[in-house]
């Protein structure tokens, strides 16, 4: 089953900027589409930027025009660069991946089809 590692979250203040990193635990990440979302505290789901098999990139309302989503499939990696961060970017974030969707939306909208496929996750808080 595919897993993922997440790094690089942390306390930050806002307006400050964090890059998340996710390792895939196989090879051949380049046959998946792979996605960030993150859970609230108040345990909800936000997807925010999902990748697919293609290339083709979503952003979620909340994060689009301050997040960069970005993979590297020949080290089996995912990339979330965040900027400009605010208090309402608390959360958990954790990388997820699925099969190849015919457009990428619904992935960050309704979830990876195969919700095991995905990292224990890293805390993000952003407060000054």
């Known amino acids: 089953q595919l897993r993922f590692v997440e790094s690089g979250g942390g306390l930050v203040q806002p307006g400050g900027s964090l890059r998340l990193s996710c390792v895939a635990s196989e090879s051949a990440l380049e046959n998946y589409a792979v996605g960030w979302f993150r859970q609230t505290p108040e345990n909800e789901r936000e997807g925010l930027s999902c990748?697919?098999?293609?290339?083709?990139?979503y952003y979620g309302d909340a994060v689009s025009g301050r997040f960069t989503a970005s993979r590297d499939n020949a080290q089996n990696t995912v990339y979330l660069q965040m900027t400009n961060l605010t208090p309402e970017d608390t959360g958990i974030y954790y990388c997820?991946?699925?099969?190849?969707?015919?457009?990428?939306?619904?992935?960050?909208?309704?979830?990876?089809?195969?919700?095991?496929?995905r990292g224990q996750g890293t805390q993000v808080t952003v407060s000054s």
């Open positions: 990748i697919n098999k293609d290339g083709s990139i």
């Open positions: 997820a991946a699925d099969r190849p969707h015919p457009t990428i939306k619904p992935m960050c909208v309704l979830g990876p089809r195969r919700p095991g496929w």
